[in-house]
C-alpha cells in the first residue's frame, strides 16, 4: 500500500474507548471460524453501544461466496432491526473488508467500519484500492483501521501457516 493512501486512512481514525472491547469480540468470532476450518474473519455490529450482530466467515461450511463475516453480519442486522439501511451502526471487522463486503457496507449505509489487520491483497479500504472512502459514492462511512491490528493479522498468519503445513 502506498504510504499516501495509509496516511489517508490515518487522518479518519477516531479512537472510541469501546473499539478495542467490540473488535475483541469480532476476534472470538474469527477464532470460531479457524476452528472450523475457515478463514479468521470476524465481524461484529453495534449500534447505541449495544451489539446487534456477530458472526463470521462461513463459505466452506455454506458453499457460498458470498458467506464472509461482515456479509452475514449484515443480513442479520438487517433482519434484527427490520431495515435494510443500517444508519447508525458501526461495524467491526476483524480484516479489512473485500470489494464485495465494502461495497456491501456503503450500500448499507453504516455510519462506521472499524477494522483491525489490513490486507495487502484484497483490502478495499486503502490497501488494493479505496471502496469505503470512494468520493463518487453516495454515501462514505468513518473508516478507522488497526484496532487490535496485530492480533487480528497474528490469526490470519497463523491460520495460513498451519494449512501451508497441512498441505
Known amino acids: ?42 465481524a461484529v455490529i453495534v449500534r447505541d453501544g449495544s451489539l446487534v450482530a456477530c458472526d463470521s466467515n462461513r463459505t466452506l461450511r455454506d458453499q457460498d461466496a458470498s458467506a464472509h463475516a461482515e456479509m452475514l453480519a449484515l443480513r ?20 479489512e473488508p473485500c470489494a464485495m463486503c465494502a461495497g456491501a457496507l456503503v450500500l448499507a449505509r453504516v455510519d462506521r467500519v472499524v477494522f483491525g489487520a489490513w490486507d495487502e491483497k484484497a483490502g478495499m479500504a486503502g490497501s488494493v484500492g479505496e471502496l469505503l ?33 497441512q498441505a
Open 1 to 42: 500500500m502506498s504510504d499516501a493512501v495509509r496516511t489517508a486512512a490515518d487522518v479518519l481514525r477516531m479512537t472510541r474507548p469501546a473499539d478495542d472491547a467490540w473488535m475483541r469480540l469480532a476476534l472470538d468470532a474469527a477464532r470460531d471460524a479457524a476452528a472450523a476450518g475457515e478463514v479468521p474473519v470476524g
Open 76 to 95: 442479520a442486522a438487517s433482519r434484527a432491526l427490520g431495515a435494510w439501511r443500517l444508519e447508525g451502526c458501526s461495524v467491526y471487522v476483524t480484516l
Open 133 to 165: 472512502r470512494h468520493p463518487r459514492l453516495n454515501h462514505r462511512p468513518e473508516a478507522r483501521a488497526g484496532v487490535l491490528s496485530d492480533d487480528c493479522a497474528r490469526l490470519v498468519e497463523d491460520f495460513f501457516r498451519s494449512q501451508r503445513s
